[in-house]
Structure formats: C-alpha cells, structure tokens
C-alpha cells in the first residue's frame, strides 16, 4: 500500500514561533492529490489545502505556507508566527490515481502553541 | 453551507450489539467514505462508496458493514460490536475527482464506546 509518514509525532512552541510540520509519501503516480487538513480539539477535520502533483508552485495563505517538492515527495507546511488557535492534530493526505483512491491520512502530527 | 452530518456525536453500546451509525450530506456528493480514528494509529478507512448501491473495502473492513440506499445517505454497521470497535468513526464525502471543487468534507465523528 501507499504510504504517507508525519515523523513528527508531537511539536509543542512557543506563541509567535515559527513552525514546520512534514509530511513525506511514497507514490509511483504521476497524477495525484495532496491535501492537508487540521483536527482542533472540537473533533472535526477542516480542509486547510489541496494541490495537485503538477502544481510545484510554494503557496502562501496568510500565516501559513507549503512546500511541495516533488523530487523527494514531501509536502511540508509552516505556520508563521504561531498562535494558539493553531494547536491542533494536523493531517497530511495524498489521494493517488488523479484522486480516484480515497485519501491516505499519516498518522497525524499534534501541534501544541504555549502562551 | 456544506455539510455532513453524523447521527450522534457520542453513542455507548454493549458487547454484541449490532449498531448503526448514519451519516448524511447535503452536497450531492458521489463519494462516501468511514474512516475510525485511534490515537498513534491516524484515520484508518472502513468502507467507501463510489455511487448509490456501490460499496469498496478499505483497510480495516473486518466487523463492518455499509448500506447505501441513497446517494446522500452512508451507513456504517457493526454486526456485533466489540470493545475493539471503541473508537472515534468520522464519516466524509466528497465530489468526484477532478472536479474543481474535488476535496473531502468531514462530520463531526461519533465516539462510539464498546462496554
């Protein structure tokens, strides 16, 4: 099966600390989805990102930012100047086959921002 | 707004009980996913559904079942539970890939106990 690994099991900042969570996935594919979604405390996954495997382009929204490089299939994203808000479970999740498997979620990577 | 809604949000059964757990979206989607969540193990998929009366195996499909009647409408059934079905279930769904819209939105999860 396809993979996708989080290393980071648990990153705890400081407020206003920059931080960078990784994702990394295996794929023979050359067409595919990339997602990353957010899992506050409340429970629900929120939708943060999707980009496809064509679209190299770093994106910033705001505080946070992605790195897609395909070269070493990783996916990363940072989140500048951290907030607590931001705590959360993070989720990275590619979907193979131009999105025609279902999402594989990593293990997930628990963000905890210290006032 | 779009959105999924599971039946409930925290359910307690006993050993051997068959239980049903309904998850219902308002966004026309084709695709319906399970996922159960567990701590150190992410999202783990049950079943998936493609189009009404369609049904796949995911990874952990053992001691599951799915009903889809109709297309806004995915049910998970534990034919017997067992207290290694204690777990958060979180049900998505989603367009068909490709569209421009394509990414998956989750429910609120049920937090089923097993006693």
């Known amino acids: 099966a396809q993979k996708v690994t989080q290393a980071q099991t648990e990153i705890s900042v400081v407020e206003k600390e920059d931080v960078t969570l990784d994702c990394v996935y295996e794929?023979?594919?050359?067409?595919?989805?990339l997602f990353w979604y957010k899992q506050p405390p409340s429970g629900e996954l929120v939708f943060l990102i999707r980009?496809?495997?064509?679209?190299?382009q770093n994106e910033i929204s705001g505080r946070y930012s992605w790195n897609f490089q395909k070269s070493t299939s990783s996916f990363n994203f940072t989140i500048t100047a951290s907030q607590v808000v931001d705590s959360a479970v993070y989720f990275c999740?590619?979907?193979?086959?131009?999105?025609?498997?279902?999402?594989?979620f990593g293990k997930g990577t628990r963000l905890s921002v210290i006032a | 707004d779009v959105k999924v809604t599971q039946s409930s949000r925290y359910l307690v059964k006993r050993t051997g009980e068959k239980v049903f757990l309904e998850c219902v979206q308002d966004?026309?989607?084709?695709?319906m996913f399970w996922y159960r969540q567990d701590p150190g193990l992410g999202l783990r998929l049950i079943y998936f559904?493609?189009?009404?009366?369609?049904?796949e195996k995911g990874d952990i499909p053992e001691g599951y079942s799915v009903s889809r009647e109709k297309k806004e409408r995915f049910s998970l059934i534990l034919e017997s539970a067992s207290t290694n079905q204690t777990s958060m279930y979180l049900c998505?769904?989603?367009?068909?890939?490709?569209?421009?819209?394509?990414?998956?939105?989750f429910g609120s999860g049920t937090r089923l106990t097993v006693v």
């Open positions: 998505a769904s989603s367009p068909r890939a490709g569209t421009v819209n394509y990414g998956y939105t």
């Open positions: 794929t023979r594919d050359t067409t595919y989805y």
């Open positions: 980009r496809n495997s064509f679209d190299e």
């Open positions: 999740a590619p979907s193979y086959l131009s999105g025609n498997t279902p999402l594989v």
């Open positions: 966004m026309d989607h084709e695709n």
């Open positions: 559904s493609y189009d009404v009366k369609m049904k």
